[in-house]
C-alpha cells in the first residue's frame, strides 16, 4: 500500500483506481454485477413496442332516431364545449351520426393518465342534467393501450367434414376464454366472429297475410310464453317452507314451433305453419371472420372462423403470458381434435418480443467479439481481454438500473443499449491504451506497477469525464421532445447516459485491477517515447 | 506514427497548407449540407420496418352490402394465396381485426358496419425471407387494387403496414375544415383527386361518407290516427320486418350465454325484387299492421314514400367541421409527395379558389371565389409527427450544442478552445450525410436520413468532442510539462492521441455495423459508422490546423513568460 500511495491521484478516475486496485472486493462486485445483470435480462418483463403513456376517451351517447345533423347540434356541440373546459386536452374529435353522436377526446401526451380519464368522466357526470331528452345513458371509455391491444390472437376453425354448428364451436371458444383469462396478468379477452346460439323464426309474409295475422300479434305470442319467474316460496301450516317455479316454457325448438299464435276459424294456428323455426346462430349479425392458411399443397379456402385475443396488464411479460397460453392450447389439443376444431396462433407478440431481445443479445455478443479481435491486434490479448469484460459489466449495471425503474425490455430499449454500445467501450480503451503506453514508455522501469496504473487512469481521467459528460449532455435534451415521438425515445435519454456513467466507473475501478493481475511491463530496460529520440530508432526501436 | 507526426508537422509549418485544410474542410461541409435540399439525400421520419405480418383495410362505398364487401374481400384473399411466403389469411368482415398500434389510430375498433372488412396476412419469418414486408406491400399493392376495387365502384382498398414508430392516422392527412358539408365534401374530393395523380401517394380516401340515397318513409299522422294504430307500432313492424329483433329470450343451462328468439320475415319474402321505389311499395303493401278493432291495414296505406339524399355522418374536430383526405406513400417519404400535392393544390384549384399560406406546417386556406366561402387545409398525419419530431430533435441539438460548449468553458475557462472542440464535432455532420448518400447508392431501396440518423448525430457530438478534448489535453501538457514549442506539441499530440482516437472510432464503427443493416436503426448505424469517420478526420487534421491557429493554445509562450 505504501508504494501506491506515492503517487497522489488528482482526478475521481484515479482516486477509484487506487481505491480498488487492491481491495479483495472487487473481484466480488464484479462478479456481483454480471449476476445481478443477467437476472435483470432474464426477469425484466418483455415486450415489442414500448407502453406510450397515451390519455383520452371515447364519450358515446346514443339517441335513438336522431339524423346526424340534429346530434350535432344536442349532442356534439354542447359535449365538445364542456370538454374544452378540461386543462390538457389537445384534441377534441366529433362524430355526428345517425342515432348516435360520439366524441374522442385526446390529452397531450404525457399526461397522467389515470387522472385525465377521471377528470373525463367527471366532467360528463357533471353535466348529465345537460342532456337532451331522448338520449340514452352516456358511455365513456378511457383509452388503455396496454389492455385494449391483444398481444395474443388464437383463430379457431371447423376442420373439413366436423360436424360441429357455429355456436358449438362458439361456445368451446368461451369455455377456452374462461380458461385462458385465469392465467396471471391476463388482461382483456374477446372473441371475434362468434356465432351465438339463438332460434331464428322466420316468418312467412305471404302466409301471415293468409291467415290474417300480423306480426305484432306473433311477437306478443311468443313474448307470452318465454317468461322466467324466481321460484316462489310457500309455507305449510307449521312453518316450513314449500319452494315451487314455473317452469320456463321454451326448452327446445320444438316447444317455439308448437306456438299457437292466434285461431283461424276455430282451428288454432301453429308457429310452424306460418315461419320456420330453427335452432342457428345469430343470423341478424353481419359480422364474421374466416381464416384461409397454407397447406402442403397450396391454401385451402376460406372457411368460418372464431378469433380469441388476450390481452396483458401494463408492465407484464408478454414472453411469459404467451409461454403460458400456448401450454394451455397444447392440452387442449385432443379435446379439439375430438371436437374436429383446429387453431392457429395468428398473432403472436410474445414470440415477436423474445426474438428481439435475443436478437439484441446476439449482437452485442458478436459485437463485443469483433471489437474483442481488434483490440488484440492494436493491444495485445490481454488488454482485449481486459476491455472485453468491461462490456457486460456496464450492460448488466444499466440492465439491473432500467429494471429498478420500472422499465421494460422492448424495441426502444434495445436501441438505446444498441446505441451505447458503441460508446460504453471507449472509456476502458482510453484507460488501457494509456495503461498501455505509460507501461512501455521510458520511465516505466522506476516505477512500480500500481503507481503506473493508478497514474494512467489519472491522467486520462479528466479530459475522459468531461468528454463523457458532453456525450450525456447531448442525450439529455432529448428526454424534452415532445408529442408521441418523444414517449416513443423515452427510454434513450433515459438508459445511454446510464450506460456511459456505468463505462466510467467499470473503466476507472475494473481496468486498473485487472490490469495489474494481467499485464507485466515489458523486458525493456532503455525503451523511450518516441518523440524523445530520433526518427530511425523510433522505427526500429521497437521490442 | 511518425510518418503521420511529421506529416501534421508540415501542414502547421505552412501558412498555404493550412488554408487548403481549412478550405477543404468547408467545401465538404457546404457540399454535404447541400445535398439535403437538392433531395440527393432524403429524408424521413422512419423507414420501412418489416414485419412478420401487414393488414390490409377494405373500405367499400357506404352503402354497399355485407355480401359487396365479402366479394371483394375474397377477390382480395384468392390474390394473396397466390404468394408463397403468406402463411395464414384471415379475414374480419363488417369489423375490424384484433386490434393492433396501427388499428388504434386508424379507428379499427369503431368499425362496424356492412362496408368494411380488414385483412390480417402472416408472413413467414423475416429471418427467412428475402423480400421485407414493405417491398412485398409495395409490390402487391397495384395488382391488388386494379382486380378488387373494380368490384364495386368507391371501394378503397389500403395496405397498412406496421408502423416502425409510434402509429399515425396516415402518412398525408388533409384536413379540410369547412362550415357547409356539401361544398366542404366537393373540395375534398377535389384534394383526393390531386392526391391520386401525385406521385408516390397510394391509398386516397375521403374520409365521409359517400353520398347515396335513401328512401324516406313519411308517416301520415292522419291516417294512422284514424285507423286506429300508433307510429311507434309502424317503426317497430318496419324494423321487426326486415331488421328483425331478438324478442325474447330464454336461459339455457348448458351454454354460456342466453339464447335469443329471433323474429324476421323469411329471406324469401323479405328480400325486394329491386332498389326501385316501387318494388317497395308493393312489399310495404303486403306488410299488414293490426289495429285495435282487430282490422289489418297494408303498411304503404299510412306511410308516403320519398326519395332523399342520405344525411351523412358529421366529423368535427376541436370544435370545426372538417373531413379527412388520407393517403399512404408508397416506399417513399411523405415530405416529397405532400409538397408536390401542396404546390398543385396551389397551381390546379387557383382559378376557383383563392389561396393564400397561414401559420403553419405548409397549411392553406382557400376562399371560394363565387360563394366567398372560407375553407382551410391542415396537415396532419406522419408529415406533422416528422416535422414536430425533427423539430424537437433540432432543438435538442441545439441544446446540446449549448450544453456542451457551456460545459468546455467550464472546464477550460476559455472561449476559443471551447469552440474549437464545438466546431470539430459539428463537422461529424459531413460524414452523416455523405453516409447517407453512399448508403442510399449500394442499397437497392432509397435510404432515409431519418429521425434515428438524427439521434446518431447527436450522440456523436459528444464522441467527436471527446476526440478533439483529449489531443486538446494532451498537446496542453506537452507544453506545459514537457517544454515543447506549439508546432511540436500539436504534432506529437495528434500522432500519439491518433491511436486511441482510432481505437475507439474502430470500437464504434464495428459496434454499429449491426445496425446499419437494420431497416429502422440503420440511420443510426449508417450516422454513426460514417460520422465517426469524418470525426476521426476532422480531429486529427483540422482540428490541429486550428489549434495551430488560435492564440488561446500559446501554452507554451504563456509558461515562458511565467518563467
Redesign the interface.
Known amino acids: 500500500m505504501q508504494e501506491s500511495t506515492r503517487y497522489q491521484p488528482k482526478d475521481v478516475a484515479g482516486k477509484l483506481a487506487l481505491g480498488f486496485l487492491h481491495n479483495p472486493l472487487t473481484m466480488l462486485l464484479g462478479i456481483f454485477l454480471l449476476v445481478i445483470g443477467y437476472i435483470s435480462l432474464e426477469i425484466m418483463p418483455r415486450e415489442e413496442d414500448p407502453q406510450i403513456a397515451v390519455a383520452g376517451g371515447t364519450i358515446i351517447v346514443p339517441m335513438p332516431g336522431a339524423t346526424p345533423r340534429e346530434v350535432e347540434n344536442i349532442i356534439v356541440n354542447p359535449l365538445e364545449r364542456k370538454i374544452r373546459e378540461i386543462k390538457g386536452v389537445e384534441h377534441v374529435y366529433g362524430i355526428a351520426m345517425n342515432n348516435v353522436g360520439v366524441v374522442n377526446v385526446m390529452y397531450f401526451i404525457g399526461e397522467d393518465r389515470e387522472k385525465a380519464n377521471l377528470n373525463l368522466y367527471d366532467k360528463v357526470m357533471q353535466n348529465m342534467d345537460m342532456l337532451p331528452k331522448g338520449t340514452m345513458k352516456p358511455i365513456v371509455k378511457p383509452f388503455d393501450v396496454d389492455i385494449d391491444i391483444p398481444i395474443m390472437a388464437i383463430t379457431f376453425y371447423k376442420k373439413e367434414g366436423a360436424k360441429i354448428s357455429d355456436p358449438e364451436l362458439f361456445k368451446i371458444v368461451r369455455e377456452i376464454q374462461q380458461d385462458l383469462n385465469r392465467i396471471e396478468n391476463v388482461s382483456k379477452t374477446e372473441i371475434k366472429g362468434g356465432r351465438k346460439e339463438q332460434y331464428n323464426i322466420q316468418i312467412d309474409l305471404g302466409k301471415l297475410s293468409g291467415y290474417h295475422l300480423s306480426l305484432g300479434q306473433i311477437v306478443q305470442a311468443i313474448q307470452a310464453l318465454a317468461v322466467d319467474v324466481p321460484d316462489v316460496k310457500g309455507r305449510t301450516q307449521d312453518g316450513k317452507l314449500v319452494i315451487f317455479g314455473v317452469k320456463n316454457a321454451i326448452e327446445s325448438v320444438r316447444d317455439v314451433e308448437s306456438l299457437i299464435v292466434a285461431q283461424y276459424q276455430g282451428s288454432p294456428i301453429y308457429l310452424k305453419n306460418i315461419a320456420s323455426v330453427t335452432a342457428g346462430s345469430d343470423i341478424q349479425n353481419f359480422k364474421s371472420v374466416a381464416i384461409s392458411e397454407r397447406h402442403q399443397n397450396g391454401f385451402e379456402a376460406l372457411k368460418p372462423a372464431v378469433t380469441l385475443t388476450l390481452g396483458k396488464l401494463a408492465g407484464a411479460n408478454a414472453v411469459t403470458i404467451a409461454n403460458e397460453v400456448k401450454e394451455r392450447m397444447e392440452a387442449y389439443k385432443p379435446q379439439l381434435e375430438k371436437a374436429g376444431v383446429g387453431f392457429t396462433i395468428t398473432r403472436d407478440y410474445g414470440k415477436r418480443a423474445n426474438d428481439a431481445v435475443n436478437e439484441l443479445v446476439d449482437h452485442i455478443l458478436i459485437t463485443i467479439v469483433i471489437i474483442s479481435v481488434m483490440l488484440i491486434f492494436f493491444l495485445g490479448w490481454k488488454e482485449s481481454l481486459i476491455v472485453t469484460f468491461t462490456v457486460p459489466a456496464i450492460l448488466a449495471i444499466t440492465l439491473f438500473i432500467a429494471y429498478l425503474s420500472g422499465q421494460t425490455i422492448n424495441r426502444i430499449t434495445l436501441f438505446a443499449f444498441l446505441l451505447s454500445l458503441g460508446l460504453l467501450v471507449d472509456a476502458a480503451i482510453i484507460v488501457i491504451e494509456n495503461i498501455h503506453r505509460h507501461l512501455h514508455s521510458h520511465d516505466a522501469v522506476d516505477k512500480d506497477m500500481d503507481t503506473i496504473m493508478v497514474e494512467a487512469t489519472d491522467e486520462i481521467g479528466a479530459p475522459t469525464n468531461i468528454a463523457t459528460l458532453a456525450i450525456i449532455l447531448t442525450m439529455v435534451p432529448m428526454a424534452f421532445v415532445g408529442g408521441m415521438m418523444g414517449q416513443f425515445m423515452k427510454p434513450i435519454p433515459a438508459n445511454v447516459p446510464v450506460a456511459l456513467v456505468a463505462s466510467l466507473v467499470v473503466a476507472y475501478i475494473f481496468t486498473p485491477y485487472l490490469g495489474r493481475r494481467l499485464l507485466k511491463k515489458p523486458h525493456m530496460h532503455h525503451h523511450q517515447h518516441h518523440w524523445q529520440k530520433d526518427g530511425t530508432k523510433a522505427q526500429g526501436g521497437a521490442e | ?2 510518418r503521420f ?1 511529421q506529416f501534421i508537422f508540415n501542414i502547421l509549418g505552412s501558412k498555404r497548407k493550412q488554408w487548403t485544410v481549412i478550405l477543404l474542410t468547408l467545401l465538404a461541409l457546404a457540399g454535404s449540407v447541400m445535398m439535403l435540399p437538392t433531395k440527393i439525400v432524403l429524408a424521413k ?1 422512419l423507414p420501412g420496418k418489416s414485419a ?2 401487414f393488414s390490409i383495410y377494405v373500405n367499400a362505398p357506404t352503402q354497399a352490402s ?1 355480401e359487396e364487401t365479402r366479394k371483394i374481400s ?1 377477390c382480395v ?1 384468392s390474390l394473396l ?1 397466390k404468394e408463397p411466403e ?10 375490424g ?5 396501427a388499428g ?1 389510430v386508424k379507428g379499427s ?2 368499425k ?1 358496419s ?1 362496408n368494411v372488412a380488414e385483412i ?1 396476412v ?1 408472413l413467414t419469418d423475416k429471418h427467412e425471407r428475402e423480400e421485407p414486408s414493405f417491398m412485398m406491400v409495395h409490390r402487391l399493392r397495384p395488382t391488388i387494387k386494379a382486380n378488387c376495387e373494380a368490384i364495386k365502384e368507391g371501394t378503397v382498398i389500403q395496405m397498412v403496414e406496421q408502423p416502425a ?2 402509429p399515425t392516422l396516415a402518412a398525408v392527412v388533409a384536413e379540410i375544415y369547412g362550415d357547409n358539408y356539401a361544398s366542404t365534401y366537393a373540395l375534398s374530393q377535389k384534394v383526393a383527386e390531386i392526391f391520386k395523380k401525385t406521385e408516390g401517394l397510394a391509398d386516397v380516401d375521403v374520409m365521409a361518407d359517400d353520398p347515396y340515397k335513401k328512401y324516406e318513409l313519411i308517416p301520415n299522422a292522419d291516417k294512422i290516427a284514424r285507423s286506429g294504430l300508433s307510429v311507434e ?1 309502424v317503426n ?2 318496419l324494423y ?2 326486415f ?10 343451462r348448458n ?3 342466453q ?12 328480400r325486394l325484387h329491386d332498389q326501385s321505389i316501387a318494388s317497395l311499395q308493393s312489399k310495404l303493401a ?5 289495429n285495435q278493432k282487430g282490422m ?1 291495414v297494408p303498411m304503404n296505406e299510412v306511410v308516403t314514400i320519398k326519395e332523399v339524399d342520405a ?9 370545426r367541421r372538417m373531413i379527412n383526405v388520407t393517403a399512404e406513400t408508397d416506399l417513399v417519404s411523405q415530405v416529397y409527395p405532400l409538397l408536390d400535392a401542396r404546390e398543385k393544390i396551389m397551381t390546379e384549384l387557383a382559378d376557383q379558389y383563392e389561396i393564400t399560406t397561414t401559420d403553419y406546417l405548409f397549411n392553406l386556406r382557400l376562399k371560394d371565389k363565387k360563394s366567398g366561402e372560407v375553407f382551410d387545409l391542415k396537415w396532419d398525419g406522419e408529415m406533422k ?1 416528422t416535422l ?2 425533427f423539430r ?2 433540432g ?3 441545439i ?2 450544442l449549448i ?2 460548449f457551456l ?2 468553458v467550464v ?1 477550460y475557462k476559455n472561449f476559443t478552445i471551447s469552440g474549437i472542440v464545438l466546431a470539430g464535432s459539428f463537422l461529424s455532420i459531413i460524414g452523416v450525410i455523405i453516409g447517407h448518400w453512399v448508403a442510399d447508392l449500394v442499397t437497392e431501396h432509397t435510404f432515409f436520413l431519418t ?2 440518423s438524427l ?2 448525430f ?2 456523436l ?3 467527436s ?2 476526440n478533439s ?2 489531443l ?2 494532451f498537446a496542453k501538457s506537452l507544453m506545459e510539462e514537457k517544454g515543447f514549442d506549439k508546432q ?1 506539441a500539436i504534432a ?1 499530440a495528434s500522432a ?1 492521441r491518433a ?2 482516437i482510432m ?2 472510432a ?10 446499419a443493416s437494420d431497416p ?2 440503420g440511420g ?1 448505424g449508417v450516422a ?1 459508422i460514417s460520422g465517426t469517420v469524418a470525426a476521426v478526420i476532422v480531429s486529427l487534421i483540422f482540428i490541429p490546423v486550428l489549434m495551430y491557429r488560435s492564440k488561446a493554445m500559446d501554452f507554451d509562450k504563456n509558461r515562458e513568460q511565467n518563467a
Open positions: 506514427m511518425k507526426e421520419m412478420n405480418t355485407i375474397e384473399v394465396q403468406v402463411t395464414d389469411i384471415e379475414v374480419y368482415l363488417g369489423q381485426a384484433p386490434l393492433d398500434y388504434l375498433a369503431f362496424n356492412e390480417v402472416n414508430g409510434p307500432q317497430k313492424i321487426l320486418a331488421e328483425g329483433m331478438v324478442v325474447a329470450h330464454k336461459n339455457s351454454y354460456p350465454d339464447i335469443g328468439l329471433f323474429v324476421r320475415l323469411s329471406d324469401t319474402t323479405r303486403s306488410l299488414k299492421l293490426m289489418l344525411s351523412p355522418t358529421l366529423m368535427q374536430k376541436d370544435l409527427v414536430d419530431t424537437d430533435l432543438a435538442a441539438f441544446a446540446a450544453l456542451i460545459l468546455l472546464y429521425a434515428t439521434i446518431g447527436i450522440a457530438m459528444g464522441i468532442s471527446r478534448l483529449l486538446v489535453d511540436h506529437i500519439t491511436k486511441p481505437l475507439t474502430i470500437a464504434i464503427i464495428l459496434g454499429s455495423a449491426l445496425l429502422i436503426f443510426l454513426l
